[in-house]
């Protein structure tokens, strides 16, 4: 199980069926994996927020979804996190490569990297931080049912060592 | 003619459909127009209508759904006009009231006054763009494509109260209603 199969295993494991994406250069196998899955629907969208809102309705239709993107879309996506997610209390999984981590060369990522751990816990969003795939499959598979619990959405953070 | 009438005319052509409707105002005119369990009333998250309505919409390809939008929110995610038409969902159909101003907010201007909203839409490619005056609502929702419907009214608010139920409420009893 590499690294993008474990992710792959844990959304299967949890139930996910509905994707929406803002790609990473890191996520590009997960994303290949999940077209290639018909039970999946995946609409990559133009900007987090939007993805926010198509989960939302994804989820009062019977769906059960995940979005997948860098963290940097954790800011493009705070209000809607707040405002929509939390407020009715919809689930929603949050798959993020975390860039501006150990190992990043592009500097550009580095503030918002720095700060994403502590906007989640800001936010007072319980989130995860996998050191290998057997931890992330765990992580992931969980994180669903934790997320229905919580009334908010479940962060899963990938760093750039974890790739 | 004002939004509140144009809501009112949208929904003498509703009967089983969803309809997802636009926060502040907008919502609070069609609750007390003619609520409904299958209303999705926002209550946050400005400019996001349309994004909830394709959600549901590929979730729910048998329910047609209607999403009531504003032309302030619209400017807010125009990336959303280029989502909704490349996948298309035959059963969405989103209006935008665009009276040109921030209602909710005291009716500031919006760029919108200077912009023909269907032609923004024709231009990213939908089949569908219409004029409300022009159509019938009923043929558009029943068509093989999605569309995208502006209503021109001028700026102004009624008196709607505040809608008196709470988020979970409005999530639980749309839910059910739609199940």
Known sequence: ?163 | MARRQAIENIMKSIDDEIVVCNIGFPSRELYDIKDRDKNFYMIGSMGLASSIGLGLALAKPDEDVVVIDGDGSLLMNMGSLVTVFANNPRNLTWIVIDNGAYGSTGNQDTYAQVLDLVDVAKGVGFKNAFNFEDISLKDVIESDDASFIVYNTEAGNSTAPIIDLGPIVIKTRFMNAIK
Not at chain 1, 102 to 131: H, W, Y
């Open chain 1, 1 to 163: 199980m590499d690294s993008s199969e474990a992710i792959f295993n844990g959304l299967k494991d949890a139930g996910i069926d509905f994707i929406v994406s803002v790609p990473c250069v890191n996520l590009s196998k997960l994303l290949n994996m999940i077209d290639e899955d018909d039970e999946i629907t995946h609409i990559p969208v133009t900007r987090e927020e939007e993805g926010i809102g198509i989960c939302a309705g994804a989820y009062l239709g019977g769906k059960k979804p995940a979005i997948l993107m860098q963290n940097s879309g954790l800011g493009n996506s705070i209000n809607a996190l707040k405002s929509l997610t939390q407020l009715y209390k919809f689930p929603l999984l949050m798959i993020m490569s975390h860039r501006g981590t150990e190992g990043e060369n592009i500097c550009g990522q580095v503030p918002m990297g720095e700060s994403t751990p502590r906007i989640l816990e800001a936010m007072d969003f319980r989130f995860f931080k996998p050191a290998n795939p057997e931890a992330a499959y765990e992580d992931i598979k969980l994180s669903w049912d934790l997320s229905v619990e919580d009334g908010k959405p479940v962060s899963v953070l990938l760093e750039i060592k974890y790739w």
